[in-house]
């Protein structure tokens, strides 16, 4: 065997790992047995720190002791390398075992080649090409150079990012004491494109080399430090992250990282890696390692030569943890109309229990395959190969979603011809146009709302005041679309809901407040509480969009108080306390009581919701029926040709949904827009003047939760654009959407004026200075008629009737008196009113 | 005979055979799909080959081409499998290279670290027989394929059921009296399927075999699928040609490793549950290797099967008298709904509907009816639906009642234990007609999973679409449905449109009433009333820029009159009813004669609803 022996892509699983087996025995157990793999590593790893003590007793403590259970178990931590225990490595175990079987037949293809290196000889592992000096050589120049610049990853935090990156993360593990480097992938590949590939193609044979090469390093550097047990290294990200479906027999063997959702989690397996038998005559102890997952139990005692005397104890094996876990494809990789995949992961050691059902996690591992058990009796095997991954590194890519922000999970990764192709788009002058009409084409015309809808998918820019105490401020707008039953609200939610990557739908008849929130339950076979999430604090960055949101009970639209202007859900249940997060935005549809909207009755009037949750709206739409013959013209063609055009015409006309989509998520994800000098000084005015508009009347017709909303609109129209700027032209914009909003919602149909405390206060100025007036003209009624105690409940209400110039009804009469007696003025008992 | 069918009796030796002579290029496999593809494409081939729908699974030879007509109801993980591996014989030293494609199991010692082995990868598909199939499209089907495929002489099963039969025994010696009883009977009788009987009679209480609709039979199958099977969906109707495994020792296997996984904790990657259903015993979930795989547009044997654009010769065969047949068919719809023509006509264009097309959300074309009015005590719904049953292809009929809508499981599940979808009834191949009967509902408690089955109906009539539930998040599936709902007043779902009966004939005994309507229609009527059906709902359809303008200014001109009457979803509706109106009279495109019917069949209907309430108004 000379130089490099090539790998045939194709070839069986089976070949690579125990080519060189004899038997035909199936699944070798992950082991390491110590002196096997100790004398392997001399022949393997021609480094010059290979010293080894001792023939055939192991030194315990020798670095070169890859995978001895008992070294961990023995000794306390000692601090330098030769000191500090060995941990094995499961993940990568399971084929370490093969190349020593037949080392002692034949040595020379076990280990190493020759091939013609100038002087002397080079040597690579078998079935690789990759040399044990020079990888290591290469991995600790990586480790000592390699500079990120412009990492944004969290776990870079706090470092210096113009410093060797890995030597800080070596610093750190000296301080926190945790020996795991995680190394990310295309680090390397951008380092030596050559290494990442054998990362890649042989992790089993190279990682082992990583962990070498750092712990040398990191026992030069700092000599004193002490471990619990040596460095492991972890790479993550390989740049072949792929999803479930594009695994195929060439990844066999092979590092890979795929994304995916987990959907079980086994107990946990004990797996036994070295034996411990007693013999009961002469109590002389012996250690059996685990070979392919069997234990030759020793038949005679070497000791006291009784045969059959060895007894298993089981409490002096060694054992190692290790779980099945299953993962399946995350939902948005999947094509439409298929069911998803799963896959099974084994996790060893620490990497036990890292995870839940239910996570979205990131995996790195190697891919393994192994023929199904042979049946002993039969030559027959089922043709069919068993898969799984062994992990090596977990991310979890949700994690951070329910403690702070996380742009960089949401990051999805886009072409340069696609950002290009963006950018093309936001760069015309109409894009707002024409993203708008892009939505929902289905639906015809109400420009305004689709616009509307469009700035909230968009969102404002969130900001943090924490620090100052003064916690976030909302950066999510809301939307309440009301109107005739069948002006095609639900069929806009349901389009949105479809737009949003995490959007929820829910009906206000069927939702519950539980439903909406989080609720606790006890799994009822660990008996471990768990906390089921909501649709509200699942559309967390989303948008739930709830229909019949008049429908909805009392209490559970009392939960939404807290989830739309603080954008937290707090739970205290079953000794749960918590606040999760949910920055959601909420678009709701709500339907006229009288099923048919009443032109003269306010809005709160018609959907006869509270006051106090319509003012955390940011815009009320009113989707009305408008009457007039060039909409019916225009509504009637577009229905007609929605019928029957064809679907290219159609693509043509509009931008597809996937551009929507990519433009949305691009747009959420990297553009931060912040307020110009310019657009605050606009934003003001505009503030000013709609509290004028309201003080000539000698009303107020204007909150600062107004203004936030216009902030939040402008800020959204500038994210439209592309632009890092809120300027003068956003503000217009929002100015003019926020007022068509309110034009619609809060007209007075008294006055015919736009009226915002309909909106703050449930009730009209107008109206509220209507009830004062008739209150106080009860009052003069009753001073005039003098001294009378008690008055009959219909005779004072025929005199006011009568004296009154205005038609007063019971409802006004019975406010009138209600607000006396809230005066003190009178109490009113059944059908007599009595002065106090 | 049999010579000539060798490729039927034994395709794998051709595969061996074409493997054989590709010396390992790999484009053996091509000619291998190839050489089948012509095969069954000559004059007919494909009736030749025994269907597992109609011949009992012990009456077929194992490896041998069969077909299945079925409905993917579940897509397992794909699984890499030796494609080509070496075996060594231990006796002569012989070394053997061999193809392990379209096989479960390898013969002879594999030796595993041979170069030649290629890793190959396949699908699995756990496939059902289509959901709700009408026993008369079950029997045409099976008419036209004995009429071929029942060459197979009687006698070649004999010795088969004598090979077999150690592992049968231990099933059947439960109930060896049926058993002997079931051989003994003449083939004939076996058309009507009883022989499923014994086999489902005890599977279900073993194996759960994850049929979508309660009372179904038939055999279940794993499709091994070797290429392309990113182009198959979830409830696709298949015609699947396949080499059928059966070979007992897959079950042993099975039972071999549940003993092994017993004693080594370690080694289970699959819960004795998974096993269940991913490795069942063939003789109940026998294994088919795809070689071949039609996808079926509508599942009505009476026509051809193939592309729609043949369709159009077909239907022009009948086309001719497409006028007399539909008038034919409305007459006999007018008795069957007691002398309601209205409702017949609407039923007509019901059956006749189909979702074309989806623009963003809105599916396109569907027309869920809602017949109002039926007599709620009378058993009036069944004979309708025994009707409909006669007319369709596949149909369901759900009866609402408040058990049923309580307990029922209507939207498929992902049980993550067994790792597999379990279905639920909402779970119905394309163009099935599903049959809601609201009268049987009653004052009640509906609790938390009778409100999850109303909504999942809601969305299934107004999106066309149910959202499977994968515990930690649902997913959507649209399908094509055509909802039919009885009810008493108006239903409490939605619905596209809803006629009140009217009955003008008042029979005194009803129940022989509507089986004298049924006897007097001959069986060759009933075929070309679903060939009318089946056909008219392929059909293409368009519309000319003149009548687009002409249904526009219709639409400002009613609008002008009475804003209120005339909505933009009255319009929806009204383009439907255009749409179908015409397809049913076989016409390609809307006329303005074609416009004005619509027209005037929605203000009868419109009048007539809104008659209906005034009634009801009046009521205290």
Redesign the interface.
Same mark, same amino acid.
Do not use: C, F, W
């Given at each position: 065997m000379t130089s490099t022996a090539s790998e045939?892509p194709? *070839?069986?699983? *089976?070949?690579r790992s125990?080519?060189?087996?004899t038997s035909?025995e199936?699944?070798p157990?992950p082991t390491s047995p110590a002196m096997d793999t100790a004398a392997q590593d001399v022949s393997l790893f021609s480094s010059p720190m290979a010293p080894r003590s001792g023939t055939s007793e192991v030194d315990a403590s020798s670095p070169l002791m890859y995978g001895t259970p008992s070294s961990r178990v023995e000794g306390t931590p000692r601090s330098g390398i030769r000191g500090t225990p060995a941990r094995q490595r499961a993940d990568l175990g399971s084929v370490r075992k093969a190349p020593q079987v037949d080392m002692h037949s034949e040595p020379v293809s076990e280990s190493c080649c020759h091939s013609e290196q100038g002087a002397g000889q080079r040597l690579v592992i078998w079935g690789t090409d990759v040399n044990v000096g020079t990888c290591k050589e290469k991995f600790q120049r990586f480790l000592q150079q390699f500079t990120a610049p412009n990492s944004r990853e969290e776990e870079n935090a706090g470092l210096d990012l113009n410093e060797p990156l890995y030597m800080q993360k070596l610093d750190e593990i000296s301080v926190v004491g945790e020996p795991v480097l995680n190394v990310n992938c295309s680090h390397i590949q951008t380092f030596d494109a050559d290494l990442y590939r054998q990362l890649i193609c042989y992790p089993q044979e190279v990682i082992p080399t990583f962990d070498m090469a750092v712990n040398e390093l990191f026992f030069d550097r700092l000599p004193d430090s002490v471990l619990e047990h040596q460095i492991q290294v972890r790479p993550y990200s390989a740049l072949k992250t792929r999803n479930m479906r594009a695994l195929?027999?060439e990844d066999?063997d092979q590092l890979i990282t795929i994304s995916g959702?987990v959907?079980?989690t086994?107990q946990l397996?004990p797996?036994m890696q070295e034996a411990f038998f007693r013999c009961q005559v002469c109590v002389f102890n012996t250690r059996v390692e685990v070979d392919r997952?069997r234990i030759a139990e020793p038949a005679v005692c070497r000791n006291c030569n009784t045969t059959h005397s060895m007894a298993l104890v089981h409490n002096r094996s060694a054992f190692s943890d290790?779980q099945?876990i299953?993962l399946q494809e995350s939902?948005e990789d999947?094509? +439409?109309?298929?069911?998803?995949?799963?896959?099974?992961v084994y996790a060893h050691n620490d990497l036990v229990d890292k995870v839940q059902?239910?996570d979205r996690i990131n995996i790195t591992g190697i891919y393994r395959?192994a023929?199904?058990?042979l049946?002993p009796r039969?030559?027959?095997?089922? *043709?069919?190969?068993?898969?799984?991954i062994d992990v090596i590194h977990f991310r979890k890519t949700d994690e951070k979603r329910l403690h702070g922000l996380d742009e960089d999970g949401e990051q999805k990764l886009f072409t340069k011809e696609r950002v290009a192709m963006l950018k093309e788009l936001a760069a015309k002058p109409d894009v707002y146009e024409r993203l708008s009409s892009a939505l +929902?084409?289905?639906i015809?015309e109400h420009e305004d709302i689709k616009k509307g809808i469009l700035l909230q998918l968009f969102g404002g820019t969130r900001k943090d005041f924490t620090q100052t105490g003064r916690g976030n401020f909302r950066a999510e707008i809301n939307i309440l679309l009301c109107g005739d039953p069948?002006?095609?609200k *639900?069929?806009l939610l349901?389009?949105v809901y479809?737009l949003v990557p995490r959007g929820q739908y829910t009906?206000g008849k069927?939702s519950s407040a539980v439903g909406l929130t989080a609720y606790v339950m006890k799994d009822p076979e660990t008996r471990q509480l768990v906390l089921q999430t909501g649709a509200l604090v699942l559309s967390d960055n989303g948008i739930c969009c709830i229909d019949e949101f008049d429908k909805m009970s009392d209490n559970t639209r009392s939960v939404l108080h807290e989830v739309m202007e603080q954008q937290t859900l707090s739970i205290a249940k079953a000794g749960i306390i918590c606040q999760l997060n949910a920055r959601t935005s909420v678009l709701a549809a709500a339907n006229p009581v009288e099923s048919q909207w009443n032109p003269k009755k306010t809005t709160i009037e018609n959907i006869q919701l509270p006051h106090t949750l319509l003012s955390r709206f940011d815009l009320i739409f009113l989707m009305l029926?408008p009457?007039d013959?060039a909409y019916?013209?225009r509504?009637?063609?577009h &229905?007609? +040709? &929605?019928?029957?055009q064809s679907?290219e015409q159609?693509e043509e006309e509009h931008l597809d949904?996937a551009v929507l989509k990519d433009y949305i998520a691009f747009a959420r994800t990297s553009v931060h827009p912040r307020l110009s000098e310019e657009a605050s000084q606009a934003l003001i005015e505009a503030y000013v003047d709609m509290r004028k508009i309201g003080s000539g009347r000698g009303m107020v017709s204007a909150y600062p939760r107004q203004l936030e909303s216009l902030i939040r609109l402008a800020e959204a129209h500038a994210k439209v654009r592309f632009s890092s700027k809120v300027e003068s032209i956003d503000v217009e914009e929002a100015k003019r959407l926020h007022r068509e909003a309110l034009k619609q919602s809060a007209t007075d149909p008294r006055t015919g004026f736009v009226d915002i405390s309909i909106l703050t206060t449930g009730m009209s100025a107008t109206a509220r200075k209507r009830k004062e007036e008739v209150a106080q003209a009860l009052k003069k009624l009753i001073q005039s008629k003098g001294k009378t105690p008690a008055m009959k409940y219909q005779q004072l209400f025929d005199d006011l009737r009568g004296q009154s110039e205005a038609a007063i009804t019971k409802d006004m009469f019975d406010e009138a008196l209600r607000a006396l007696a809230d005066e003190d003025y009178l109490t009113v008992t059944g059908k007599t009113v009595r002065l106090l | 005979m049999p010579t000539v069918h060798d490729w039927i009796n034994n395709p794998l030796a051709v595969v061996d055979g074409l493997f054989a002579q590709s010396n390992s290029s790999p484009d053996w496999e091509k000619k291998v799909v190839e050489y089948f593809k012509e095969k069954l494409k000559l004059n007919d081939a494909h009736t030749w080959v025994p269907s597992l729908n109609d011949v009992p699974l012990y009456y077929l030879k194992p490896n041998s081409l069969v077909k299945f007509r079925c409905m993917v109801q579940d897509m397992f993980d794909p699984e890499f499998f030796m494609g080509v591996y070496e075996t060594n014989d231990l006796t002569s030293n012989s070394k053997q290279v061999k193809c392990g494609k379209y096989k479960d199991i390898t013969v002879g010692g594999v030796d595993f670290n041979s170069r030649n082995t290629v890793t190959s990868e396949r699908q699995t598909f756990y496939c059902v027989p289509i959901p709700g199939e009408s026993q008369w499209a079950k029997e045409i089907s099976f008419i036209w394929c004995t009429s071929q495929a029942r060459v197979v002489p009687s006698t070649s099963y004999v010795p088969n059921r004598h090979k077999r039969s150690y592992e049968e025994d231990d099933e059947m010696d439960t109930q060896p009296q049926h058993d002997v009883d079931m051989w003994g009977r003449p083939k004939r009788q076996e058309t009507e399927a009883p022989s499923h009987d014994s086999s489902s009679a005890h599977c279900t209480s073993s194996l759960d075999l994850n049929f979508p609709l309660p009372g179904e039979k038939g055999p279940a199958c794993l499709v091994k699928v070797y290429e392309d099977w990113d182009g198959f969906k979830l409830n696709d109707m298949l015609e699947v040609f396949g080499i059928l495994s059966v070979d007992p020792a897959l079950s042993v296997i099975a039972d071999e490793r549940e003993a092994s996984s017993l004693l080594d904790p370690t080694e289970v990657t699959e819960t004795v549950e998974e096993q269940r259903v991913h490795s069942p015993p063939p003789s109940l979930v026998p294994r088919l290797h795809m070689l071949y795989a039609q996808p079926l547009v509508h599942n009505n044997p009476l026509l051809p099967s193939s592309a729609p654009e043949n369709n159009g010769d077909h239907l022009s065969s009948v086309l001719g008298e497409l006028a007399s047949v539909r008038a034919e068919l409305h007459t006999y719809l007018t008795h069957v709904l007691m002398g309601d023509s209205l409702a017949a006509e609407y039923l007509i264009l019901h059956l006749i509907s189909n979702v074309y097309s989806r623009r963003d959300v809105l599916p396109l074309g569907k027309f869920t009816l809602n017949l109002s009015g039926c007599p709620h005590s009378s058993p009036y719904t069944e004979h309708l639906y025994k009707v409909i049953q006669q007319l369709v292809p596949s149909s369901y009929r759900l009866c609402m009642s408040l058990h049923n809508m309580n307990n029922q499981r209507m939207v498929p599940r992902k049980d993550y234990t067994a790792n597999r979808l379990v279905s639920g009834t909402l779970q119905l191949a394309n163009n099935t007609s599903l049959f809601l009967d609201e009268t049987q509902l009653e004052q009640g408690q509906l609790d938390a999973t009778g409100v999850r089955n109303i909504t999942a109906l809601g969305n299934l009539i107004s999106w066309q679409k149910v959202d499977y539930d994968f515990n930690y998040h649902q997913m959507e599936f649209p399908c094509n449905i055509n909802v039919l709902i009885t009810s008493e007043g108006r239903s409490l779902l939605p619905s596209d449109s809803q006629v009140n009966l009217r009955p003008t004939l008042n029979p005194p005994n009803l129940e022989e009433y509507l089986s004298a309507v049924q006897v007097a229609q001959v069986p060759s009527q009933f075929n070309k009333y679903r060939i009318y059906l089946s056909g008219a709902r392929a059909l293409n359809y368009t519309i000319s820029d003149e009548i687009t303008k002409a249904v526009e200014e219709d639409f400002v001109e009613m609008r002008k009159d009475d804003p209120q009457s005339m909505s933009a979803e009255d319009l929806h509706r009204l383009l439907v009813v255009a749409r179908l109106l015409s397809l049913s009279h076989g016409q390609n495109t809307l006329s303005r004669d074609g416009w004005m019917k619509a027209k005037q069949l929605e203000a009868l209907r419109i009048s007539r609803t809104q008659q209906q309430k005034s009634l009801s108004g009046n009521e205290p």
């Open positions: 045939d194709l *070839s069986p699983p *089976s070949q125990r080519a060189h087996d035909t199936l699944q157990m195929n027999p066999i959702m959907i079980r086994s397996i797996e997952g290790k099945m299953k939902p999947m094509p +439409a109309g298929q069911t998803p995949h799963t896959t099974v059902p239910g395959a023929p199904m058990r049946n039969q030559s027959q095997v089922k *043709s069919v190969y068993k898969t799984h +929902a084409p289905s015809y069948g002006t095609s *639900s069929q349901q389009y479809n009906s069927g029926d009457q013959e019916d013209r509504l009637a063609h &229905l007609v +040709a &929605l019928y029957y679907e159609i949904m | -």
